[in-house]
């Protein structure tokens, strides 16, 4: 397609003209651009395709026979949205092209009605399947809209990632015009030696090649220098901050008096395992130096992150400071102040609790000590960044399953007194590489080894057809005096439908199969302290079997759960699985979790994964190759940097010569200050900096 012609006064479209300027874009459409993080022309560049349709491999419509899987393109004849018995709403439309016809059908997506138009030109991906008559259910489809037949057959279609109030096909035609006029504005920064280090295409062709390819491979050759100069772009700017940080981050510099800590591993129960003691040393470096600590402590489910948070607050304690841990929810701040209370009571130290329910008076008390310049251990939830909770001397600052806070509240609590220590922990293990790329100002300890004497839980994955069985099998273990989990996935797009299933499931189970057995039933629809209430007595062990919709607390620590019964296995990721499979084997006894349903063979190799090891950093590296990065922590973080191209995971070869090139680069030229850097330091500044507010967590 040619740029479009200009009328001669028309002003030249540059790579900083605001999209405002360009023709077709109204207020509507530049807000909807600007969500996308496109404001400028040059931005519009930078917008790559997320996937890329190959329009070669088209079949015609008359081939496809039931069973089958193909990529059709047809234009839409007729529509319309239709009840089934099952209550489901089906957006349906019978679409044409020179070889015959066929329905399609989304079922439980009747809003479909709206974007797609008669007369309007699909490429739809599916299988077919029989139902009176053939039927193409798309996995995925792209609205070429009113389009020429034939313009998207024979070469390879660019999709671009989309938003409301902006198709990709409006977005498409904006970057088809601007191109031409311009790609040759755009020069390559980066020096020749990295790109060849990286065998990836000079930045024009490259550019070319993501919104233009004549192959896929192509269009691969081009993202991959997009994602190489994104991950060396990250790793520059992580390396320098780091380095500005260390300089300013000025801390406590603690003494190691061996005073405290060294009575808590006199009284406690068992020997820290290596990888505990370890995690210790990594943290007592930090601590005693005079640079503030800033580490995250990545543990594997059961892995004991709970004892080493508590040694880190012993050594700010022992040196006269007060310490914070600061728990997601009030049940998991309760849990840690049993643990504590417990472990401390032998060294005569009494933690205090600090959470929104906390009654006037309670919190006054609360107040008043923390105001004292006495040691204390605080244990809380969010109340403990709130205003009012005013420490008189905060040395330590731990936020526990930090990605359920966002980046405010977990900067609030470290903003406490004069630059405390931080000490952030996270049950979702993800490989070292990735965590530095994701957490680059962050040092990070990581706890890979369980504590001995573990059972090992057994994993199975059961069809329909065992449900009978499996059920005999948990009554044998209600039996034995133990508790079990029962737990439904919870889908975002219908909570209603979701809360029937477990509703439905709660009132058969307690009727049926669990009949005379203590039932409770948590979803996500239930008010706070009501969720609480339930997960309290699930824990004191006044239910004997916990129905839950959406995720157990994780992190909740019931050790005569012996049970977790896993329904729909095949919608959670991996890694939720591993955590909710991680709520029992945390007593003495036998554990088991059992997956229940008929998958398909696909869930069914990746289900085995999690079957055949209980090795939580392997489970996350296999959630993220089949998932991506988006869904790992079952929902969106806040503060999660965004990469728009990079995978780092999929992306791990050029991420570690991105490593090798930052480190070198940096090495000699620590400013990036020559002249052959000039480029990339521009480029920094203005493309990147933005994203880098992203990673700083303190
Ligand atoms: N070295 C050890 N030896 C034996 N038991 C230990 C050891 N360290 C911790 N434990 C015990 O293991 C259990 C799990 O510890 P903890 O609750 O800290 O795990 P976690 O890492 O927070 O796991 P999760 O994220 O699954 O909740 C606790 O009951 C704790 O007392």
Redesign the pocket.
Known sequence: MSAPRRAPSAPRVTLDTPVTYLKGVGPARALALARLGVQTAGDLLYHVPHRYEDASTVKRIAELEPGMDGTVIGRVISKGVLPTRKGLRVFQAVVRDASGMIEVSWPGQPFLDRTIEKGDLLLLSGTVRFFHGRQLQPREFVNLGAEEEGTAGGRVLAVYPATEGLSFKQIRGLVDAHLDALLPQVTEYLPAPTIARAAVPPLPDALRMVHRPTSIAEAMAGRARLAFEELLSVQILHRRANALARESRHGIAFQNRRDLTTKLKAA??????GA?TRALREIVFDMTSPRRMHRLLQ???????????LFAALLAMENGWQAAVMAPTELLAE?HLR?FTK?LAPLGIVPVLVTGRLGAKARREAATLLAQPAPLLVVGTHALVQEATAFSRLGVAIV??QHRFGVEQRKALGAKGESPDVLL?S?TPIPRSLALTLYGDLDVSI?DEK????QPVTSALRPESSRERVLQFVERELDKGRQAYVVYPLIEESEKTDLKAATVAYEELSEGAFKGRRVGLLHGRMPGDEKDAVMRAFRDGALDVLVATTVIE????V?NATVMLIEHPERFGLSQLH?LR??VG?GGEASYCILLGDVGQEAAERLHILVDTEDGFEIARADLRLRGMGDLFGERQSGQPTFRVADPLRDEELNEIARAVADEMLGADPELTAPEHAGLRKALGSRYARSLELFRVG
Do not use: H, N
């Open positions: 406690l129960p068992f020997e820290l395992t505990q543990g594997d489910v059961g892995s004991g992150k709970t004892v080493v948070a849990q643990t472990l526990d399953e922990m049950a706890l504590p001995p004497g573990r994780v992190g909740i620590d050790p955590q991680g709520r945390r």
